[in-house]
């Protein structure tokens, strides 16, 4: 697949000569080796994406080689369309049992679940489709990374069965009487190098045991 030098500017694909100019004198001043001394790659990325993107003719050519690449590979994305082909879905960083199957421990991993590249704000991922708002740096937005989010998955209470009682009389004290306990499992996402301000992702929850659900993450970039 050819590199994306829309992404590399930062801007859509429908941006103007101007905007294309603006974006890159601004990334160029930026980024620019006598500022930057070990920041040379990006640099030149960002020289190589100018050098097609604003010239009209080989911008006519790549912007038919990416419509043809982007098709073909369009049934393998999992990208809303208000946000074309930018970003790669979401990965389980462990497959979780599924929904009202037996959890492998009362909290897994036991771990805060922050972002490891910018962060996250919070939000209700119990929700049934929860949305969460990553904020990243200029930089970071550049540059690409990984960020890990929890997402809430139902397990089947192993002290009542599922059943949501504990004998004739009363509610199982560990589930509240639902059957079922909640826990949190991390979701691992990779985003490309240039992600443009407000991009939304939207990815479906089915292997999390959340059918006909979807996590929405837009992406803001910090001024």
């Not at 599922?162 to 990779?190: H, I, K, M, V, W």
Request: hydrophobic letters at 30%.
């Amino acid at each position: 697949m050819p590199k994306d030098y829309y992404l590399v500017l930062g801007i859509p694909a429908d941006s103007t000569e101007r905007e294309i100019k603006e974006a890159y004198r601004r990334l160029a001043k930026e980024f620019h080796p006598d500022r930057c001394r070990d920041r040379h790659t990006p640099f030149l990325g960002i020289q190589e994406a100018y050098s097609v993107l604003g010239d009209p003719m080989r911008r006519q050519e790549y912007d038919k080689t990416r419509r043809a690449t982007y098709t073909k590979s369009a049934p393998r994305r999992n990208v809303s369309p208000s946000s074309p082909e930018r970003f790669e879905p979401l990965i389980p960083e462990q497959p979780p049992a599924p929904a009202f199957g037996h959890a492998p421990s009362p909290r897994p991993h036991g771990q805060n679940l922050d972002s490891l590249f910018g962060d996250a704000s919070g939000y209700d991922r119990r929700q049934e489709n929860p949305t969460v708002v990553v904020h990243l740096t200029p930089q970071e937005a550049l540059f690409g990374g990984v960020i890990r989010l929890p997402v809430t998955v139902r397990f089947q209470c192993q002290a009542c069965g599922g059943s949501g009682e504990r004998g004739l009389f009363f509610a199982c004290a560990q589930c509240g009487g639902t059957g079922a306990n909640n826990y949190d499992y991390p979701l691992r996402l990779e985003f490309p190098p240039g992600v443009p301000d407000d991009s939304i992702l939207r990815v479906p929850l089915d292997s999390f045991g959340r059918h006909d659900s979807w996590l929405t993450v837009r992406f803001r970039i910090r001024s």
